[in-house]
């Protein structure tokens, strides 16, 4: 269960990083450019954590899944990015895959 909470805090710090690369404008703005550097470097921490007991494969798969649709809906809420019926398909799709990794794939280490 630990490493599941790695996973979910480097989900959180790669989404923290990610949305602060808008601000910090090609690195030339300091805080934002400080928060994107700590967040991933607090992202990699974790997911080296996670990938003691989740084989690499579900650790990313889950990461880049949940990463892809909480990017994209900071991107539609906060910063004005639209999102057509597709893409909103695409990311419930994504999601739909991530929980059948958790809830019915033996391979994810639980």
């Known amino acids: 269960m630990q490493s599941w909470l790695f996973l979910g805090g480097a989900i959180v710090c790669e989404v ?11 690195f030339s703005r300091i805080w934002p450019s400080v928060v994107v550097v700590l967040g991933y470097a607090g992202a990699f921490y974790l997911l080296s954590l996670t990938l003691k ?7 990313y798969a889950v990461w880049s899944g949940v990463g892809v649709a909480l990017i994209s809906l900071i991107g539609w809420f906060f910063l004005g990015q639209a999102l057509d019926k597709p893409a909103l398909v695409g990311i419930a799709l994504i999601m739909a895959g991530v929980a059948v990794i958790n809830l019915f794939s033996g391979a994810g280490g639980h």
């Open 53 to 59: 007991t989740i084989p690499i494969g579900i650790a």
């Open 16 to 26: 923290l990083a990610t949305s602060a690369l808008k601000a910090s404008e090609g």
